[in-house]
């Protein structure tokens, strides 16, 4: 009898709770609607002052303050240069900076979250470091949002303290990853010194983001990677290679063409697609005719980019396989 | 008291105990459902998605679309996922021998062109009559092959799909916009232990659809798809979630997932003499990769949607339920050495047993003990007090369950935005409770005669399972 009434009891409070949540999500629409209204009415001195049309900034109080952040922070998304510098120039003049800042040492983990993604957005690089501190916060959330404003302000002055944290597993690589493209050319040099690291997919990070990031005088470092002991590396090595388009790097990578892993063979099928010259011809139309799937098809598919012609002839002969073939048919579509 | 009415008793107290553990168990894992909501509820404004589209590192997907006799919904369905926010992902849509129009339906939308495509040989399939391409979507392959259900379609788009992981879909259902970018978010933050991840799955009966989006969600009028939302609520954002969070999600819905497809090749794809293959497949990845003491993660993301049609009538779902029932019983008979074997750790001792126990038995206690209980009553063998008691643990907990879990998805996502349409949903957590669910557990003791029938008209069975009867070939929740 007691456990009904118990469980009853609890059956009228699960439905009072969803009646509350209830409520809740209708306040949340509400104001979500009134958010909207302020931000259409402000948008257009948002646009003005991003023009630099209108130096003089709207004087706001309470609530539309921070809707007004709110679209300065979405167009400064998108936005680099000038117009960006007069986003930062209105954050500083309010103050959102310093408060900012100030919050990233708060004690509740979401405010430093908040302040840590958000100073990101807010554009100015006063926050760079106080930010590369926060990538040793106790909060993972805070150390990847801390990572993620470095990249969005271009911190090329952060990118090795960004290497270090996600060497030390305190940030994950792709977030990392993620910053390095975005602070851009300038963390080469850095890239190029964690080639050398011990561990096999850090080496492999690096060679990647060199391959997106670099210039084609970038790529002399790279070929000795192509004899790495881990597969992870020399795939992506030759891929950074294919990337950069370098054609010194050829010989080397038609030597890839024959390495036990099948990935990296595809990996470096791909790059002399990308690099072009017709001096890997041959070698590809081996891999193409004879290989596992995965290098024979990257090599269809680089032969039909290098020479679509040799691709015609060779699907006609007997021995051609599959992937010839395909890649014939996709050339005449 | 007879010998009869002791055994009787002795398996009403079973029964009563049964309840209790089961409810042990789910109020276990709505609180960890809860602290998962409030430890993920403010992240979302920070997860970086527009980071994640931009990324060059984003790995790409190939989303696989088995169709069989798809005609009139399959050219805006390819259309939506062609235009899903993703940086590389390609379709793969499997044509499964149809007797209608399907291929020609796509032939004529996306300018199709027959070539001779290199497809891994990897998993063995029924024979693929034509591949064809698309002229103005580089990112569209059509494979034409013999019929042989849903699992084979899977596995042949599995040994074409040209990305690391595939997405597996239906081709009735929906996804949303992010959903790509919002699974494979975990796939950045955690590479290389990741090997499978399952999104939510929601009823979109009801809803305003247009161009293959969902543009208004609404709660159906049918009474069956309003309990079945409230059933796909509850089983998605409390009990996966919950699973989750234990690291032990024994399922990822067949509507909607995402896999390593160089692993669901070497295990070998989905087994195709099953009409539960989902399970089956996220049971045989648990178990290949404990056995080889890999570390890996199946992970459940609540976020990402995906919606789906669910059937209307009573004679359909309850096709549906009794197949799942089969289904469930055929990846139990094939793992059986994994049922509480620590050797597989949570996921032996606690997944397994959970599905043996709580979901195979469950009309056996759930649906005879209380029977049975209420005979007892009714015929002075035990107390009025013992009899509410199973009542509160058997009926009323569901609507606790049910409520809480309604709770979270209002403070969650909050999907449903008309008042009147949350506090139906309210008032179907009684129906669901009292009624349903014993229609359900009835439903699922049927299942047991289609088991043991199916031993002797296997051949029939498989023919009949295997061929996608539409649209009862909603997912499970």
């Known amino acids: 009898m007691t456990l009904f009434v118990v469980i009853a009891v609890l059956a009228v409070l699960g439905a009072v709770a969803v009646l509350a949540a209830l409520e809740h999500r209708t306040w949340l629409t509400r104001r979500e609607a009134r958010r909207r209204e302020t931000a259409n009415r402000l948008r257009p001195s948002a646009l003005a002052l991003i023009d630099g049309e209108d130096p003089q900034v709207p004087t706001l109080s309470g609530p539309d303050t921070l809707v007004f952040a709110d679209l300065l922070v979405h167009y400064s998304r998108g936005l680099r240069g000038e117009a960006d510098d007069r986003i930062s120039g209105y954050f500083e003049s309010t103050g959102a900076v310093d408060r900012e800042l100030r919050h990233l040492h708060g004690v509740r983990e979401r405010s430093r979250v908040e302040a840590a993604f958000g100073l990101g957005d807010l554009g100015s690089s006063r926050a760079v470091p106080e930010l590369v501190r926060a990538l040793d916060d106790r909060s993972a959330d805070v150390r990847a949002a801390a990572t993620r404003s470095l990249g969005r302000l271009g911190a090329t002055t952060a990118v090795q303290q960004v290497i270090a944290a996600s060497v030390a597993l305190r940030v994950p690589r792709a977030v990392a990853g993620a910053a390095l493209l975005e602070i851009g050319p300038q963390a080469v040099p850095s890239l190029l010194e964690l080639l050398g690291h011990e561990d096999p997919h850090f080496r492999a990070d690096a060679a990647e983001l060199i391959g997106l990031l670099g210039a084609a005088n970038d790529a002399d470092a790279l070929p000795s990677r192509l004899r790495d002991g881990s597969p992870e590396v020399r795939a992506a090595t030759a891929a950074a290679l294919g990337r950069l388009g370098s054609g010194t790097a050829r010989d080397e990578l038609v030597a890839t063409l024959q390495d036990r892993v099948p990935y990296v063979r595809a990996s470096a099928a791909r790059a002399l697609g990308q690099i072009g010259g017709r001096t890997a011809t041959a070698a590809l139309l081996e891999v193409a005719r004879h290989d596992e799937f995965d290098p024979a098809s990257e090599a269809a598919r680089a032969l039909a980019r290098i020479d679509p012609a040799l691709v015609l002839r060779a699907a006609e002969e007997p021995d051609s396989g599959p992937h010839l073939l395909e890649a014939a048919d996709r050339l005449r579509l | ?477």
């Not at chain 2, 959970?354 to 209380?370: D, K, R, T």
């Open chain 2, 1 to 477: 008291m007879s010998g009869a009415e002791t055994v009787f008793v002795v398996f009403s107290v079973l029964s009563f105990a049964y309840f209790v553990v089961l409810d042990l168990l789910y109020l276990t894992l709505t609180a960890l459902a809860w602290v998962d909501l409030r430890k993920k509820l403010w992240r979302r404004n920070y997860l970086g998605l527009d980071e994640v589209f931009a990324s060059p590192l984003t790995p790409g997907i190939s989303v696989l679309v088995p169709a069989y006799n798809e005609e009139a919904g399959i050219v805006e369905s390819v259309r939506s996922l062609l235009a899903l926010r993703y940086p590389r992902h390609e379709v793969v849509v499997i044509n499964d021998g149809s007797k209608d129009g399907t291929i020609d339906a796509l032939v004529e939308a996306f300018d199709l062109v027959p070539v001779r495509q290199a497809i891994r040989e990897g998993i063995a399939t029924a024979r693929i009559r034509t591949a064809y391409v698309s002229r103005p979507h580089p990112d569209l392959l059509v494979l034409d092959k013999e019929n042989a259900g849903r699992s084979d379609a899977l596995n042949a788009g599995v040994n074409a799909a040209r990305y690391p992981y595939v997405c597996m879909i239906d081709a009735d259902s929906l996804l949303e916009q992010d959903a790509l970018l919002k699974i494979a978010k975990p796939l950045l933050d955690q590479p290389g232990s990741l090997v499978a991840a399952g999104g939510t799955v929601r009823v979109a009966n009801g809803c305003r659809i247009e161009n293959g989006q969902v543009l208004d969600v609404r709660l159906a009028r049918n009474r069956l798809a309003v309990v079945q939302t409230l059933e796909y609520i509850r089983s998605f954002l409390v009990a996966r979630v919950g699973w989750g969070r234990l690291n032990a999600l024994g399922l990822i819905s067949g509507a909607f997932g995402i896999y390593d497809r160089a692993l669901l090749q070497t295990v070998g794809g989905l087994w195709v003499d099953t009409v539960g293959e989902d399970l089956e497949l996220t049971l045989r990845l648990h178990r290949y990769l404990r056995e080889r003491g890999e570390p890996y993660r199946i992970a459940f993301v609540d976020d990402p949607a995906c919606w789906t049609e669910v059937p209307e009538d009573f004679a359909t779902l309850g096709r549906q339920r009794r197949r799942w029932q089969r289904g469930l019983w055929e990846s139990l008979r094939r793992h059986r050495t994994m049922i509480g074997n620590p050797r597989y750790g949570i996921v032996g001792v606690l997944v397994l047993v959970y599905f043996a126990v709580f979901e195979f038995l469950s009309p056996i206690f759930a649906l005879l003990g209380l029977l049975l209980t209420a005979a007892l009553w009714a015929a002075g063998v035990v107390s009025t007090g013992y009899f509410l008691s199973m009542l509160a643990v058997s009926v009323v907990l569901g609507v606790v369950l049910s409520t809480a879990a309604l709770a979270i998805e209002e403070l969650s996502f909050g999907r449903y935005k008309r008042r009147r349409d949350v506090l139906r949903l309210m008032a179907y957590t009684v129906v669901e409770s009292i009624g349903y669910h014993q229609v359900h557990l009835t439903w699922r003791l049927l299942g047991y005669v289609d088991i043991v029938r199916g031993k002797t008209e296997w051949g029939e069975q498989k023919r009949r399972g295997l061929a996608r009867p539409t649209p009862t070939a909603a997912p499970r929740p």
